[in-house]
């Protein structure tokens, strides 16, 4: 691994030749290092933990899109969408590709998406688009509409929700590197757990599996961030969200078969369920 690393360094100086240099070294382009390093404690619960915006592509996409059509779009384009083919971002982030494949790394680029991108040079593996999408553009575009609709409490549980699923990423990631089995539960008593197999190392590389991991995370993160605590008001908010689906499909809801448990009663006390809030609530949590 350190060999193919080595060699890609040299590709890089390589590539950045001035065009008139006639003789070009040709050196095998391509590293594929599976080994995910840690993130930094202080990007965890920043939106730009999953990516950071730098591509063209992606900013003229989410820019270009309607507003009732942006997150099947959204979603669309991070699963077919090659970030390799903007040089001038692959350029920039090769440039510093020793910090950003760095454990813990703060480098104002770094972003798992960007780490991966880094890890695995011309091998043709593409980062998870959970990263792009669910990740990034959820984080960054319904939850930053959604911060200023919410009461304080309500606010300290988005930023505590965040936190959570980012370190329930990292969590995941790191037990990947060690075996073949991703065990995790709640922080706090009674709000969920879950396990799954996937072959070490792989988890990362694998769309499909990494979504479905990422998914069973959710329920944790919204429970452990306090969700059941809320106000009726701010879950009224919440749950009037656009693809609301989205952010709590309900697969995940019918794994935590503990966080229904929790949710639910408080749900009742709190609210008659014959209100809208009571029937969004009683469509998200039931099975
Ligand atoms: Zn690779």
């Known amino acids: ?17 001035p065009s008139g240099y006639q003789v070009r070294p040709k050196v095998a ?10 993130a930094a404690p202080s990007i965890i619960g920043q939106c730009p933990y999953y990516y950071q915006p730098l591509h063209g592509e992606y900013l003229e996409t989410v820019e270009k899109v309607s507003v009732s059509s ?8 991070a699963t077919s969408w090659d970030p390799w083919k903007d040089k001038e971002v692959a350029r920039r982030l090769l440039h510093r590709r020793e910090q950003l494949i760095a454990p813990e790394s703060t480098d104002s680029d770094w972003s798992r998406h960007g780490n991966f991108m880094m890890r695995h040079v011309g091998c043709g593996h593409k980062p998870p688009s959970y990263y792009v999408s669910y990740g990034y553009y959820y984080c960054s575009n319904y939850g930053a509409k959604l911060y200023p609709r919410l009461s ?32 995790m539960r709640s922080q706090k008593p009674g709000n969920g757990s879950f396990s799954m197999t996937v072959q070490q ?37 919440i749950t009037a969200q656009p693809n609301i689906q989205e952010w709590g499909d309900i697969r995940t809801w019918e794994q935590a078969v503990d ?9 009742i006390n709190h609210s008659d369920m014959d209100d809208p809030v009571g029937r969004a609530l009683g469509r998200l949590l039931t099975k």
């Not at 060699?7 to 030749?17: E, P």
């Not at 382009?29 to 840690?38: A, G, K, T, W």
């Not at 942006?70 to 384009?77: C, D, G, H, S």
């Open 70 to 77: 942006a997150w099947e779009t959204v979603k669309a384009f």
């Open 201 to 237: 190392y792989e988890l990362e590389l694998d769309d499909d599996t990494f979504k479905a991991f990422a998914f069973k995370t959710h329920p944790l993160a919204y429970l452990d961030g306090g969700l059941a605590d809320l106000s009726t008001w701010d879950l009224a908010k």
């Open 1 to 17: 691994m350190a060999d193919k690393q080595d060699s890609v360094l040299g590709t890089g100086a390589a590539m950045l030749t």
């Open 29 to 38: 382009l391509s590293s594929c290092n599976r080994i995910v390093p840690p």
């Open 152 to 183: 304080p409490e309500g606010q300290a549980w988005l930023r505590s929700a965040r936190w959570y699923l980012q370190k329930n990423m990292e969590k995941g990631l790191m037990q990947n590197m060690a075996g073949n089995d991703i065990q």
């Open 259 to 267: 966080s229904a448990k929790v949710v639910v009663p408080n749900m």
